[in-house]
């Protein structure tokens, strides 16, 4: 009886060893099976692309009509929430003619702030007032210009009015009739503080500041950018002076600062979307215009919609915008091939040819 009770105990261990054994085999097939399913979704997910065309390609053509300068391509995100276009995890490869680029992609455009102010409203006249006062003062002398129904009136106590730039105070030398509409472009300035023959640093308002797109005013004056006249730091927006400004005088700035988020394009025109300006210090690009042609190639994506984030939502569109150095314009007749490859996905291949026939200065879909 013990020795049948002892065979049965042993039997029962083994029964037990044997399903804790099964118990593992199944156990490992399970995972097996999850490593295979993970290895077919990665598999798949780098066979296709979240990022699709979403409309026609726009070219803007250069004065000659013999180029183009610009390329707009539509995106937007497919079968997605999101699809991250961060500079450091999205390439752009760019081919034009002969030339080619590995990666031009410059990240996502990034809005920015100045102070210039265009079609300001002033007021409306009424035969009887003169006195017109700006929102924004004190003025960079000379920077206004004054418009009565859209017509440009001339600056002078001879002419059409007078302004007195530390007040933003328009005199008309005749008020304007009944009903006109008084509006005005110009640019003011951030008050930075007074000099009292001791204090060389100052602080503006708003920073980081844009590289070299400032200019400092000494009671209106501007003054040199020069090293021994003041040095600034671009990220903080301190202004350190070789000396200390005079007691009284008044300091005063104007200049270009990074808002900290992505630019909108929402409601502007292709002709307002398209200029950048690269700020090397941040090594981000801002919304803004060329003085003259694209100082350099480079691929950028303005987001419509934008909540503010690197990321192309499914919510929003994307315009990939690349410009083309003067001596990287695509000539007529010549092939484009863009690819967009973002990380662990299949690229996104663009290839089209710059139509042979062009009006100048304008823009033509592909």
């Given amino acids: 009886g013990i020795v049948g009770l002892e065979a049965a105990i042993v039997l029962i261990a083994f029964v037990i060893i044997a399903a804790a054994f099964s118990f593992m085999v199944v156990n490992q097939g399970l995972f097996a099976t999850e490593r295979g399913k993970t290895v077919i979704q990665e598999g798949l997910k780098q066979a296709s692309t979240p990022l699709t065309m979403d409309g026609s390609t726009f070219v803007r053509t250069m004065e000659g009509g013999d180029g183009v300068d610009v390329i707009v391509i539509p995106v937007r995100a497919f079968g997605v929430k999101y699809v991250a276009m961060w500079k450091n995890e999205t390439v752009v490869s760019l081919k034009v003619g002969k030339s080619a680029w590995a990666n031009v992609y410059g990240g996502v455009l990034y809005a920015y702030s100045d102070y210039d102010v265009t079609g300001e409203v002033v007021g409306t006249g009424d035969d009887t007032e003169t006195d017109f006062n700006l929102d924004h003062f004190p003025i960079v002398t000379d920077s206004e210009t004054i418009y009565l129904d859209g017509v440009v009136q001339v600056e002078g106590a001879l ?96 200049y270009t600062w990074a808002d900290g988020e992505t630019f909108d394009p929402s409601g502007y025109k292709f002709d307002d979307i398209v200029g950048l300006k690269y700020d090397p210090r941040s090594g981000l690009y801002y919304n803004g215009a060329y003085s003259s042609g694209a100082g350099k190639t480079a691929a950028v994506l303005a987001l419509e919609n934008s909540n503010g984030d690197e990321s192309l939502d499914s919510f929003e569109k994307g315009y990939l915008i690349i410009t083309l150095a003067s001596e990287d314009a695509a000539k007529v007749r010549a092939a484009i091939t863009i690819e967009v490859r973002l990380e662990k996905t299949a690229p996104l291949s663009i290839e089209f040819n710059i139509p042979e026939a062009m009006p100048k200065d304008t823009w033509v879909l592909t």
């Avoid at 007195?164 to 005749?174: D, L, N, Q, S």
């Avoid at 602080?203 to 009671?219: A, C, K, Q, R």
């Fill in 159 to 254: 002419n059409d009015y007078t302004i007195v730039p530390a007040t933003g105070v328009i005199t008309f030398v005749v008020a304007p009739g009944a009903g006109v509409i008084i509006t005005a472009d110009y640019t003011w300035t951030e008050n930075v503080g007074t000099g009292d023959a001791a204090e060389t640093v100052f602080n503006l308002d708003h920073f980081p500041v844009v590289e070299g797109t400032e200019t400092i005013y000494f009671d209106g004056v501007a003054q040199l950018k020069d090293g021994s006249v003041y040095i600034i730091d671009y990220a903080t927006g301190m202004i350190t002076f070789g000396a200390p400004p005079a007691a009284l005088v008044v300091i005063t700035a104007d």
